[in-house]
């Protein structure tokens, strides 16, 4: 089964199979979304783009209340 995956390093969204837990490309953690292939693949091309936005917020602000 396809899940989606996002890599904060790479900044880019990964449809790989099973729950993996490092990125193909770089080797750092992956965050698994909870979203399903079949639902990403439905999305059209601005609703992609936005829900890439969100990820790049949602991470952003994740770091910022760290500090």
């Known amino acids: 089964m396809l899940y989606i995956h996002y890599c904060k390093k790479c900044d880019h969204v990964h ?12 080797s750092l953690p992956l965050k698994e979304l909870p979203i399903s292939f079949i639902q990403f693949t439905n999305l059209s091309e601005d609703e992609r783009l ?3 936005d969100r990820l790049r917020e ?5 770091e910022e209340e760290r500090l």
């Open 58 to 62: 949602d991470e952003r602000l994740r």
């Open 50 to 52: 936005s829900e890439d």
């Open 15 to 26: 449809m790989l199979n099973g729950h993996k837990k490092k990125c193909p490309k770089c």
